[in-house]
């Protein structure tokens, strides 16, 4: 089994900062990617940013210039650093990972338990 645990969400001011955290453990032979999604209330879950294995990155247009993605390979972990945070980030952010478990396994993805980020006065 594949294990993703997240921290470093909470409540902040707009305007103001939040480092989120992802951690995989278990069964891992491979990370092909790891992301960020974002499920805000009432809305269908989103790809806010994702990073693959050789640094390649990808946001939502809605986090550019604001958002930065970072992982480390060999400790299987990614952060999303947010700045200029908006009410319209609000939401449960997710870690995804994209996953084999062995040299002869197919990639799964894997979703952690997800972390509550509330952008409020």
């Known amino acids: 089994q594949v294990q993703l645990v997240e921290s470093g969400g909470g409540l902040v001011q707009p305007g103001g900062s939040l480092r989120l955290s992802c951690a995989g453990s278990?069964?891992?032979?491979?990370?092909?990617?790891m992301g960020w999604y974002r499920q805000a209330p009432g809305k269908q879950r989103e790809l806010v940013a994702s990073?693959?294995?050789?640094?390649?990155?990808a946001y939502a247009d809605s986090g550019k210039g604001r958002f930065t993605i970072s992982g480390d390979n060999a400790k299987n972990t990614v952060a999303l650093q947010m700045s200029s945070l908006r009410s319209e980030d609000t939401g449960v952010y997710y870690c995804?990972?994209?996953?084999?478990?062995?040299?002869?396994?197919?990639?799964?993805?894997?979703w952690g338990q997800g972390t509550q980020v509330t952008v409020s006065s």
């Open positions: 995804n990972a994209v996953v084999s478990q062995s040299s002869t396994s197919m990639p799964v993805m894997y």
């Open positions: 278990g069964s891992i032979f491979r990370v092909y990617a």
């Open positions: 990073i693959d294995t050789r640094g390649t990155t």
